[in-house]
Each structure stands twice: as structure tokens, then as C-alpha cells.
């Protein structure tokens, strides 16, 4: 046949063996690789689903104890909380931020009172943050916390990062500000208007301002608060401590009426017989009398042991026997009289004090009185003996004779 010559001739070309052999290994070695590869996703894949099983049984068991123990309403405070703290932290109100949390702790360490098992660890580490100045520290640990309670379900209104960054606009008298998800801050005019350059520096220094001033008065109120607190609970004491004086005074009451009666059944008193023993009946009991009368003294000015000399002074005190009947009577009704009127005054100022005034808010209270008082006995022309026996006819207390002058002279 003959050779067509439009048809170039070819070499004849000889195959390598062991080339072919190589490519062979290296396309093998490469499915290995890829069915390892293939192998180990699958593995990862797996072991990545199995991970996310036991992090939702996690949280779900989390749940469920946080249900059994009833901070539910705790932990979703504590997240609202967190989410304004940031919020202001984002913006640069850093004591703002702080003061916030100020008063979680005040609130936590008042609740600690009936329940112990709170505690201010969370916030405690927060503001010593912001006092180090260490921001990154600060952030990470917010970040961590609302990270974790919204995984729980427990972070209201709030999901995914961007309602972390975008959680709440802040409103001031001066304007308003809102961190943005990448982070910027958009400033407002109190009309509304977004501002920038140099309206935007007023605004925020009148912000800044603004939150110190809210800031300091606050801290002010919460000064003046736990003032007031402390006050009531001296109040309180003092009127616990004026009830008890009360209790101690009518008893004292009772005795001294009962050494009146036994005075005028014949017990025998005087200068002269008060230095012999006694052998009669009502002299032996008011003997007996007297020494409970002193007991009442030396109860009410001292404590410990007393010589006999103390004892006799108390005695004497409580109860004169070296007077005659007739004049231990009148010295008997007097005292009386005049335990009676401390024993109002006293039961008047617990009652006054147990309903949340204050000691101050007393004395101020019997200035007014004194003032009313003195003004009706003015105008009705009445004298202090004739309110004394009135209150000694009637058995009324100054403040009843008073307020009967009051009602007539209307």
C-alpha cells in the first residue's frame, strides 16, 4: 500500500515500566489519603454530634436544677443587669456602669439576710475591673456571663451577638446613645437628631456630665437610705429598751401600793422604830416590801455584788420607813404618781419609735407638743396644778388633760 504522504509518519514511542508503575503508586496513595480523609470527617462528624448531645443534656440538666432552685428570676435579673452594664461600659460610662453595680451588690448583701446562699462574687469581680481599669478583663468576663445564660434560655429579648452589642439605647435629658453590633456608637440630640463632630462631643460631655450628677445624687440617696436604716434600727432598740423599763416600773408600781395599804393597816414606821426589829405582821411584810423596793433600785443603777451599806442606801431610797405613817403614805403616792408619768412618757416613746421614727423625729415630736400644750394652757388659763389633779383624779396622762382643754377651747 502505498504511503499517503498528507500523513506525517510517527516515531514509534517505548513505555517506561517503571514509570507507570509510580503513577500507579501515587494515584493509590491519593484515594488512600482521601478515604482516611473521608474516614476521619466522618469520625470528627460523629464525635462533634455526640459533643452537642452531651451539651444540650448539660444544659438541659442546668435548667432543670436552676427550675428546682428558683433562681430563674434571678439569673434573667442578673442578665437584664449585665446587658445595661455593657451597654454603658460600651459607651464610656464606665462609673455609670460601676455605680450599677454598686447597687446590685447593696441588694444581693440585703437579700443575703434570708438567703444566705447568695452571694456578690460576679459582682465584686466586675468592679474591681473597672477600679484596675483592666477593660479587657472586664469585657471578657461579661461576655462570658451573658454567653452562658443565653445558652440557657435565661438572657430575655437578647440573641446572638448582635443583641448583645445592640441590647438597649440609653436615654438622657441631654440626648441618647446606642452601641452598634460592629461596635461604633450612634449619638443623638435630645430632638433626636444623630449628631457629629463637634455637636457630637457636647452632647456626649453633657451625657457624661449628666450621668455623674445622677450618679453622685444617687450615691447621696443611698447614703441618706442607709442612714435612715440605721437610725430606725437604734429607734427600734430604744423603744424595745423603753417597754422593758415600762414592765419594770408598773411592777415597781404594784409594790409601792402595796406598802402604801400596809402603812395605813398599821405597819410601824418613824425614826426611832425603824432602828428596832420588826415583829409585827404588816411591819415585817413592809419590811419585806422595802427590800424588793430597793432590789427595783439597785436593778435599774447597777450590777454586781453591794455591801451592806450600798444595800441600806437602795433600801432607804426605795422606800424612806424612818418617816411617820401618815407622811410615807404622801411620800408613797407621790412616788407613785410620779412613776406613772414616767411610764407614760416612756410607753408613749416606744410606741412613737416602733413605728419607724426615728429619735430625732421624738424629740421633735415633744417639742410640738410642748408647743400645743403650752398654747392651751394660755388660752384656757389653766395652771399646771390644776392639769396635775386632774391627772390625779382621773388617773389620765398630761397628753389626755390636754387634749380634753384643747377640744373645749375650740
Not at 254 to 275: C, F, H, Q, Y
Amino acid at each position: 500500500m502505498a504511503i499517503n504522504p498528507n500523513i506525517p509518519l510517527q516515531a514509534n514511542v517505548v513505555v517506561d515500566p517503571s514509570q507507570g508503575i509510580a503513577q500507579l503508586a501515587n494515584a493509590l496513595q491519593v484515594r488512600k489519603q482521601n478515604d482516611r480523609q473521608k474516614e476521619l470527617d466522618a469520625q470528627s462528624a460523629k464525635s462533634q454530634g455526640i459533643q452537642d448531645e452531651a451539651n444540650k443534656l448539660q444544659i438541659d440538666a442546668a435548667k432543670q436544677k436552676i427550675a428546682q432552685s428558683g433562681k430563674e428570676g434571678a439569673l434573667k435579673a442578673w442578665g437584664a443587669d449585665l446587658v445595661r452594664i455593657k451597654s454603658l461600659a460600651d459607651a464610656g460610662q464606665l462609673q455609670q456602669a460601676r455605680h450599677e453595680l454598686i447597687q446590685r451588690k447593696a441588694n444581693l448583701v440585703e437579700q443575703q439576710i434570708n438567703d444566705p446562699s447568695v452571694d456578690t462574687n460576679d459582682t465584686d469581680e466586675l468592679i474591681n475591673f473597672i477600679d484596675q481599669g483592666n477593660l479587657e478583663g472586664f469585657n471578657a468576663v461579661v461576655n462570658s456571663e451573658l454567653s452562658g445564660l443565653q445558652s440557657l434560655g435565661l438572657l430575655e429579648g437578647v440573641s446572638g451577638k448582635q443583641g448583645l452589642a445592640s441590647a438597649k439605647t440609653e436615654l438622657f435629658t441631654s440626648g441618647s446613645i446606642q452601641a452598634m453590633p460592629d461596635g461604633s456608637v450612634i449619638v443623638k440630640d435630645p430632638q433626636g437628631n444623630t449628631v457629629t463632630g463637634e455637636d457630637r462631643t457636647k452632647v456626649l460631655a453633657a451625657i457624661r456630665q449628666e450621668s455623674i450628677d445622677k450618679a453622685q445624687s444617687m450615691a447621696n440617696i443611698e447614703v441618706q437610705k442607709n442612714r435612715d436604716i440605721e437610725q430606725v434600727k437604734s429607734a427600734e432598740k430604744k423603744a424595745t429598751q423603753a417597754f422593758d423599763m415600762v414592765d419594770k416600773i408598773r411592777g415597781n408600781i404594784r409594790n409601792l401600793e402595796e406598802a402604801a395599804r400596809l402603812s395605813k393597816d398599821g405597819a410601824n414606821t418613824g425614826p426611832i422604830v425603824s432602828m428596832f426589829p420588826s415583829f409585827k405582821e404588816e411591819s415585817v411584810r413592809l419590811d419585806n416590801m422595802q427590800k424588793r423596793l430597793g432590789l427595783d433600785v439597785v436593778g435599774a443603777v447597777t450590777f454586781g455584788a453591794l455591801s451592806k451599806g450600798e444595800l441600806d442606801l437602795a433600801k432607804d431610797v426605795a422606800l424612806p420607813t424612818n418617816l411617820t405613817p401618815e407622811k410615807l403614805v404622801k411620800w408613797i403616792e407621790d412616788k407613785i404618781a410620779a412613776q406613772k408619768k414616767l411610764a407614760t412618757y416612756l410607753e408613749d416613746q416606744a410606741i412613737y419609735l416602733s413605728q419607724g421614727h426615728t429619735n430625732a423625729e421624738w424629740k421633735q415630736y415633744q417639742r410640738e407638743q410642748k408647743k400645743i400644750a403650752d398654747s392651751v394652757i394660755k388660752s384656757t388659763g389653766v395652771s399646771e396644778q390644776d392639769i396635775n389633779d386632774t391627772m390625779k383624779e382621773l388617773g389620765w396622762t398630761r397628753q389626755q388633760v390636754i387634749n380634753e382643754l384643747q377640744k373645749r377651747a375650740k
